[in-house]
T-cell receptor, first 112, second 110 residues
Framework: DAGVIQSPRHEVTEMGQEVTLRCKPI?????LFWYRQTMMRGLELLIY????????DSGMPEDRFSAKMPNASFSTLKIQPSEPRDSAVYFC??????????FGPGTRLLVL | GEDVEQSLFLSVREGDSSVINCTYT??????LYWYKQEPGAGLQLLTY?????DMKQDQRLTVLLNKKDKHLSLRIADTQTGDSAIYFC??????????FGTGTQLKVEL
């Protein structure tokens, strides 16, 4: 069974550029989560979807961040414009509703 | 909101037992989880316990839950160098959301 797939695994970009992170959840899972991990703030939930619908986006830091889930097998997290303080590891996780979350390998983002 | 706390660092000798502790605030948490993160990797689910259980054992791992004190612990028997990692405690409050602790870095020395 393929786990949660994220791409790219590493991204280096310059301040002001648009960044798009991608996630493919585990087949059959209907909940999808985006997290950000930094040394200073630990693991933070940014947004989660249930059946492709955003349920809670209270963790999205500001309007520069947006997330979509056009279908059950794909989600994107976009940062536009990116800033150096967005540098972090971004994780996607999926689950069946109310059950255990399984994490992807993460995307390491560095904004110069 | 929910608050989950862990000590930041634990050092043990290879072959000893490790005990990683966690406290949480939301008494309505239904599941409590332990995840392991190795350097440069994602979070790997280690084990979980349902809130109506006191203990769960899975090979070298033992999870103890004290609901009255809202205290969760993870015991690793016969700790090996491959167990060196960061261990995260997480609880489910209402709905699907997980709240994570800060993580405990376990260092296993020879």
């Amino acid at each position: 069974d393929a786990g949660v797939i994220q791409s790219p695994r590493h991204e280096v970009t310059e301040m002001g550029q648009e960044v798009t992170l991608r996630c493919k959840p585990i087949s059959g899972h209907n909940s999808l989560f985006w997290y950000r991990q930094t040394m200073m703030r630990g693991l933070e939930l940014l947004i989660y979807f249930n059946n492709n619908v955003p349920i809670d986006d209270s963790g999205m830091p500001e309007d520069r961040f947006s997330a979509k889930m056009p279908n059950a097998s794909f989600s994107t997290l976009k940062i536009q414009p990116s800033e150096p303080r967005d540098s972090a590891v971004y994780f996607c996780a999926s689950s069946r509703t109310g059950e255990t979350q399984y994490f992807g390998p993460g995307t390491r983002l560095l904004v110069l | 909101g929910e608050d989950v706390e862990q000590s930041l660092f634990l050092s043990v000798r290879e072959g000893d037992s490790s005990v990683i502790n966690c406290t949480y605030t939301d008494s309505s948490s239904t599941y409590l989880y332990w995840y392991k993160q190795e350097p440069g990797a994602g979070l790997q689910l280690l084990t979980y316990i349902f809130s109506n259980m006191d203990m769960k054992q899975d090979q070298r791992l033992t999870v103890l839950l004290n609901k009255k004190d809202k205290h969760l612990s993870l015991r690793i028997a016969d700790t090996q160098t491959g167990d060196s990692a960061i261990y995260f405690c997480a609880s489910t409050g209402g709905g699907n959301k997980l709240t994570f602790g800060t993580g405990t870095q376990l260092k296993v020395e020879l």
